[in-house]
């Protein structure tokens, strides 16, 4: 089993950057594949990036492309989301998520889930 616990979020300005990090318990992290979600009030949760259990393959969504860049570092059990050029639209509870399936943009596809953090961006 696994436990993670977001940090990182809070209030930005437009065009302002936020790292999110991800820290997870146990030892074989390096097993999980690794995603970010996000979830703005009265929307669904949507996929924001994955990362691959060694790192070597990542995947966004179209809207956070270019802008965000999610990394792991295994021997910290923890992953990263680096968010640049932030806008109004990408205010939301982000969630971090682990998998045991490859990397998928699928929500239910996680088996792991953190409590969240919130992510506030003022225009």
């Known amino acids: 089993q696994v436990q993670l616990v977001e940090s990182g979020g809070g209030l930005v300005q437009a065009g302002g950057s936020l790292r999110l990090s991800c820290a997870a318990s146990?030892?074989?992290?390096?097993?999980?594949?690794m995603g970010w979600f996000r979830q703005a009030p009265g929307k669904e949760r949507e996929f924001v990036a994955a990362i691959s259990r060694r790192g070597g393959s990542t995947y966004y969504a179209d809207s956070v492309k270019g802008r965000f860049t999610i990394s792991r570092d295994n021997a910290e059990n923890t992953v990263y989301l680096q968010m640049n050029s932030l806008k109004p639209e990408d205010m939301a509870v982000y969630y971090c998520?682990?998998?045991?399936?490859?990397?998928?943009?699928?929500?239910?596809?996680?088996?792991?889930w953190g409590q969240g953090t919130q992510v506030t961006v003022s225009s």
């Open positions: 998520a682990a998998s045991i399936s490859p990397a998928s943009k699928l929500p239910w596809e996680y088996n792991y």
């Open positions: 146990g030892r074989t992290f390096s097993s999980y594949t």
